[in-house]
């Protein structure tokens, strides 16, 4: 708290000798306190808090803006025409071949975690240089700029251990509250050198009705840099959540329920002087659809065993096309790659100019479903705090994939995978259950809190060939905090308290780490290019290997930690030590031979259309 004092001006004209007596009046302002940075929380692990107040002195333009509050955050020039991943406790690594920081950090948003399992959008593999490469977030976790902040209310970022009523992650957990009830009518504008946001909200509340209604709208146009107007991003995004409650004699029932759309656009034009301009575009859209509702019920009985149950669920349904033409002109003529099948071809040649055009159709869908119950209870003298549920993730992906004319290919220099039906891969199921108790144990003044749980996750239903179908995979997670009695020091209260923990966190592979696509390798075997057409005659036989790492385990993160806090005289400071170790993360799938073993597929053909026998490992 900070205190100022104003005393009011009098002013007096004199004409001759005299006497007066000025009473002054003392007006004392007092100002709170404003935090602009992240707050450490008091929870039982390492975790940062952002609050409000933060965030409205920070001005942010998407998500990313904030991290820069978090302790080591450095705030750095906005990028918003790339992908923007979040690094918690990362080890710097030459590259980009590991994304398991970003991929592994849960972000959950209303109690809904936002689920990137089934993206497919890439064009990797099929051009050799593709605008899409840096907009890509495949395999990379959550795209921070896609998420709009002006209707947060507070955001918890968990660093170390958490409850394992979250899973499915390595790294950590976003949540994000957003603004609920009543709320003046608020606008936001801002405008920089790199961007232009507008945002627009309103919250009412009914009390007739006990009902909340919560409405927002935001626009933002960024682009690379203040003198290129040839890349930009641009995010559209609205929100409308209801929240019902209703008072009974037993306890308060509610419902609340959210629609959320967004669309993000990625778009790249071509400098007249360094491209050709009349046939060179790109162009990458996500429109986002997502529903979600969530009924509780909380008990007003100080006794009940059963003090809360809720049932959740989301779906989010994702269109995201990508359109890309690019002019091509081969150096040389060349034999034209485009056999689908296994086995002697004979090909044509490519040569001349022409305007390949690629397109993506990937289609995400996702939905969630969680059911938890709360109990409370004490058993000598220990206060007991106990969580039970299941949850259940479906990741779909019902595109139609990446598609070309053959004839026509992005890359002349030969394209080592062919179009593949998104549609066509399977879906993938995940499912978990969880119990955990919070013990609170007084000795004297001494208070001793014990966080413990455990959580098991499994992919069911998938080919028995993969090394984790059906086999479940246990998390277990300890948190302890013991706050020590409150002690005099220099005539001010000091407070301590400390803690750690011990905890497993697991993250399961994505659709396209599971099913990445099938390797044609196009072996020549004749090539007679003659100055007469009829003469010219090309042959190869093309081999199909099955990329699919049936080994592949999911990446398991293994940490501990030992924290403390002292708070004295309105000053408070926070310690953590810890140690992560990983071995199992994921790595960049277009490195074949990293991630999976080469195998090739029993419908391989020989030389001379002969089978070669069964599969065998290389």
Avoid: C
């Avoid at 009473?23 to 940075?37: C, F, M, P």
């Avoid at 559209?236 to 209801?242: A, D, K, T, V, Y």
């Avoid at 003529?333 to 485009?338: C, D, H, K, M, R």
């Avoid at 409150?486 to 011990?502: F, N």
């Amino acid at each position: 708290m900070q205190t100022f004092i104003r005393y009011r001006n009098l002013t007096v004209h004199l004409q001759q000798d005299h006497t007066t007596d000025l009473l002054i009046e003392r007006v004392a302002v007092t100002l709170q306190d404003v935090v602009i940075t992240a707050s450490e929380s008091k929870g039982m692990t390492s975790a940062s808090i952002i609050d409000r107040k933060a965030m409205q002195h920070l001005q942010p333009s998407s998500f990313t803006d904030l991290l820069e509050l978090l302790p080591g955050g450095r705030a750095i020039d906005p990028n918003l025409t790339g992908i923007n991943q979040i690094r918690l406790r990362e080890v710097g690594i030459s590259g980009n071949q590991y994304d398991i920081s970003s991929l592994g950090t849960a972000f959950v948003i209303d109690g809904a975690p936002v689920n990137t399992t089934a993206a497919l959008q890439t064009t990797g593999s099929y051009v050799l240089s593709s605008p899409n490469s840096s907009r890509s977030a495949v395999n990379k976790g959550v795209d921070m700029r896609t998420l709009s902040t002006d209707q947060i209310e507070r955001v918890d970022i968990i660093r170390g251990i958490p409850s394992v009523e979250h899973g499915d992650l390595t790294s950590g957990v976003v949540q994000i509250t957003r603004r609920k009830g009543a709320s003046p009518y608020n606008a936001r504008l801002k405008s920089d050198g790199f961007s232009k946001l507008v945002a627009l909200g309103k919250g009412f509340f009914f009390p007739e009705k006990n009902l909340s209604l919560n409405i927002d709208f935001g626009y933002l146009d960024a682009k690379d840099e203040p003198t290129n107007n040839f890349e930009t991003y641009q995010r559209i995004n609205g929100s409308l959540r209801l929240e019902k409650a209703w008072e009974r004699r037993r306890g308060t029932l509610s419902w609340s329920a959210n629609l959320d759309l967004s669309s993000n656009i990625d778009n790249e034009r071509v400098d007249p002087d360094n491209g050709f301009a009349p046939v060179d575009k790109y162009v990458s859209r996500s429109n986002n659809y997502t529903f979600g509702a969530i009924l509780r019920h909380t008990t007003s009985n100080a006794t009940s065993l059963v003090r809360s149950w809720e049932l959740s669920g989301n779906i989010s349904y994702t269109n995201s096309p990508l359109d890309q033409t690019k002019w091509v002109q081969p150096l040389s003529v060349g034999i034209l790659f485009n056999a689908t099948t296994a086995g002697d071809h004979d090909l044509s040649y490519a040569g001349g100019g022409y305007a390949a055009n690629l397109k993506v159709d990937d289609q995400p869908l996702n939905a969630f479903f969680k059911a938890m119950t709360s109990l409370e209870f004490h058993t000598a003298g220990i206060k007991h705090q106990a969580k039970l549920g299941l949850e259940t993730r479906y990741s779909k992906n019902l595109g139609d994939g990446q598609q070309y004319d053959l004839n026509y290919p992005p890359d002349p220099g030969g394209i080592t995978v062919r179009p593949r039906a998104f549609n066509s891969i399977p879906a993938m199921l995940n499912q978990s259950v969880f119990a955990e108790d919070m013990l609170t144990m007084r000795w004297g003044n001494h208070v001793i809190t014990t966080q413990a749980g455990i959580r098991a996750m499994s992919l069911l239903g998938m080919n028995s060939q993969y090394s984790l179908a059906n086999k479940p995979y246990i998390d277990p997670r300890i948190n302890i905090r013991w706050q020590l009695p409150r002690t005099s020091v220099a005539g001010k209260m000091l407070l301590i308290t400390v803690g750690g923990g011990y905890g497993v966190q697991t993250k399961m592979p994505t659709l396209s780490q599971l099913y990445p696509n099938d390797k044609y390798d196009d072996i020549v075997q004749l090539n007679f290019y003659h100055n007469n057409p009829a003469y010219r005659q090309a042959n190869a036989v093309t081999y199909i290997t099955d990329r699919r790492n049936f080994g592949l385990a999911p990446a398991i993160n293994y940490k501990w930690e030992v924290n403390s806090d002292l708070e004295w005289a309105g000053n408070r400071l926070s310690v953590t030590y810890f140690k992560e170790t990983m071995s199992t993360g994921f790595r960049d799938i277009t490195n074949f031979q990293v991630l999976a073993y080469k195998r090739y597929d029993t419908k391989s053909i020989g030389r001379r259309g002969q089978p070669d026998g069964p599969a065998a490992d290389e």
